[in-house]
């Protein structure tokens, strides 16, 4: 036992907690999918957002196996890594048991460091050399009962993608201690851990791998010749352009039946209960409360599903580290590295998994900095507003005979998204910089081999990704659509009234108040009135607006949106319209997004900033473009 562990006893009360670890992408999730049957349950680490996977040991009921979050050391700053490292030592309760430690086979060098830094805190410990199929194929061989000497654990040759190959490693696990009768002190275990010398730990690595590697893994001809061409500056960047294109246009054209399909169900469900009940307020509560903002979440699911799915499958097959790899000078002017590709890939569906995703990124003020950018790019739900907007004032005619006039209008609304996140992260950092709080590092990755994708393990993960958009953004749409119900409900249109009823409700009231603080940006009370239950949802500002100009009574979404064209066009204006446009190019961030960027920066005043300073994008650019506009047509 190391000098970080006491020995004390614990009784045998209670289930046993053994520890899963591993890197990124080394089968982790795969094995624990194997030892537990893939009944996992899934929660959240106390005070933190960083999910918890647990589940039963299929062998022995009494044992929990938590599935900790990637991590390639236990001397890390990611929120994700660190949590895995606090669950080590038992910031969380009690220390675990054992730990069951994942290694890639293909790439030993890169966990074997974590290995050792694993050996320091005297559990019990099996490791795991998945991926032994993919290295014994290109003709590596690694003599795992000499790895095993060395390391004085058990380490156990294993395919996790099948049954048989795993059966090695349950048995080991089945072995190990059922309670740890030792007791981890938390600060003095991280004090050995940082005091660690890396060079020593480098050196410690080379000399095992010169004694347990027989023979070094030789790529095949056409997987040396994939990464000449997926890393070269120019093809790679081609080829990724190729693939966002591709994953673009699977998400908004895939989707789009299932989205319809999605709205028309709740269309349906929204129209019987109105028939159903009587007129009333429980009725207007569970049609345009309780079923609009519920749908307002689900419509959104399958563009969501596909570009998780598509992330999933490049991650599995190998190919997003090289993206990363290769966007990593790109991003690197900005402050930023390749390892906010993925987190900023995902805005373009919605800013709140962007925002979750960021929590891998290492460096705390990138992983800020890209989530104060993310909102920036164009999230699905702008498109409504986007297209009612560019069908109302852009004519539909072709441009160099090639190009359609209002698909060029919303390419530019994306590009502008783009280059605004990109000079805003750039301000960031000669900011930082000014303050000498920009430490920017390298990205240093080793690469995974390409590999076919394990189906079943994407579709695992993927259902888990979509389980935690629906519970963690769909709530938060859910409540805050109730709230926005009442403001704009009550209270009630006066008899013998003429106007909109949402005229004499309190968001009515409010956006008369608020227009005169957007009259430099051309804004009418209508847009001002709208924009409120925007704020629940950027979709469903189509809806408000149909409703203030008394057009969305009954009618579907596209039926709203097309009788709102022709008001849109004779009584707004290019610059209005233009205005507007800039507006939801930066803002405003639904409350999904903003719950989120709380839940994972932790500080109120860091959400406030953040939606200030985007509140105050938005107004000056829109501003500028309609006092520009507005001189010139």
């Keep these: 036992m190391s000098a970080t562990a006491q020995s004390i006893g614990f009784g045998e009360a209670g289930p046993s907690i053994f520890a899963l670890l591993g890197a990124p992408n080394c089968g982790k999730t795969v094995l624990f999918n194997g030892l537990t049957g893939s009944h996992a349950k899934v ?62 086979a293909t790439n030993l060098r890169m966990t074997l460091r974590m290995m050792l830094e694993l050996k320091t805190l005297g559990l019990p410990m099996v490791v795991s050399l998945n991926l032994s199929d993919v290295a014994h194929a290109r003709g590596l061989k690694i003599d795992a009962a000499k790895l095993s000497k060395l390391l004085g654990v058990p ?147 399958p563009q969501i599903t596909i570009l998780f799915a598509f992330i999933l499958l490049l991650e599995d097959s190998g190919y997003l580290p090289r993206a990363a790899f290769l966007l990593d000078n790109l991003l690197s002017r900005t402050g930023l590295s390749g390892r ?93 910089r000014s303050k000498g709080n920009v430490q920017q590092f390298p990205l240093l990755m080793e690469l995974p081999t390409f590999r076919m994708p394990n189906f079943k393990h994407i579709v695992t993960s993927l259902w888990d990704r979509v389980k935690a958009f629906l519970v963690r953004a769909g709530t938060v749409i859910f409540s805050v659509s109730v709230v926005l119900w009442a403001l704009t409900s009550f209270p009630a249109a006066p008899e013998g009234a003429t106007g909109a009823a949402i005229d004499y409700s309190l968001a009515g009231i409010l956006g008369h108040l608020l227009q005169p603080i957007f009259a430099p ?69 639904c409350a999904a997004t903003l719950a989120v960027i709380r839940r994972e920066t932790k500080s109120a005043k860091t959400t406030a900033l953040i939606t200030f300073s985007l509140l105050g994008l938005a107004y000056f650019f829109a501003m500028v473009v309609y006092q520009i506009t507005s001189r010139i047509m």
């Excluded at 969380?92 to 069951?100: F, K, L, N």
């Excluded at 498109?383 to 190009?403: E, K, S």
């Excluded at 004779?570 to 405003?588: C, R």
Aim: aromatic share 8%; with cysteine; net charge negative.
């Design 155 to 301: 380490v156990l040759e294993t395919v996790a993608i099948r049954r048989d190959g795993i059966r090695a490693v349950e048995e080991a696990v089945a072995k190990l201690p059922r309670h740890f009768h030792g007791k981890i002190d938390p600060d003095e275990a991280l004090k050995v851990l940082e005091n660690l010398d890396s060079n020593a730990l480098y050196e410690q690595v080379e000399d095992i791998l010169s004694q347990v590697v027989k023979t070094e893994m030789n790529l095949p001809a056409w997987h040396r010749k994939l990464d000449r061409i997926v890393l070269h500056p120019f093809w790679g960047m081609v080829i990724l352009l190729s693939i966002l294109m591709m994953v673009f246009q699977a998400v908004y054209t895939w989707a789009q039946p299932v989205m319809d399909l999605i709205q028309g169900l709740f269309d349906s469900l929204g129209a019987w209960v109105a028939e159903v009940l009587p007129e009333g307020l429980l009725s207007d509560l569970l049609v345009n409360g309780v079923i609009a903002g519920t749908g307002s979440v689900l419509v959104f699911l």
């Design 43 to 104: 929660a959240n680490y106390p005070g933190v957002t960083v999910d918890k996977r647990e589940g039963k040991f299929v062998r022995d009921a009494n044992i929990r196996i938590i599935d900790l979050p990637g991590t390639y050391s236990l001397r890390t700053t990611s929120p994700d890594e660190a949590v895995a490292r606090d669950m080590l030592l038992g910031r969380y309760g009690s220390c675990p048991d054992a730990i069951i430690a994942v290694a890639d």
């Design 521 to 589: 940006l051309g804004f009418t009370w209508q847009m001002c009135i709208a924009m409120i239950p925007g704020i629940a949802a950027r979709e469903v500002v189509v809806a408000a607006l149909g409703t203030v100009y008394a057009v969305g009574a009954g009618g579907s979404e596209d039926a709203v949106s097309n009788a709102l064209i022709p008001i849109v066009h004779n009584s707004w204006g290019l610059p209005t319209a233009f205005a507007f446009l800039t507006w939801y190019i930066y803002a405003p961030m």
């Design 340 to 432: 906010s590709f993925i987190p900023l890939l995902s805005s373009f569906a919605c800013a709140v998994p962007a925002v979750m995703s960021a929590r891998t990124i290492q460096d705390p003020r990138e992983r800020l900095v890209t989530i104060a950018i993310a909102p920036m790019l164009t999230c699905s739900a702008r498109l409504p507003v986007y297209a009612l907007i560019i069908a109302a004032v852009i004519p539909n005619r072709t441009v160099m005979g090639v190009f359609n006039l209002q698909g060029l209008t919303l390419f530019g609304l994306y590009l502008a998204g783009i280059l605004s996140a990109a000079l805003s992260a750039l301000a960031l950092k000669w900011i930082a």
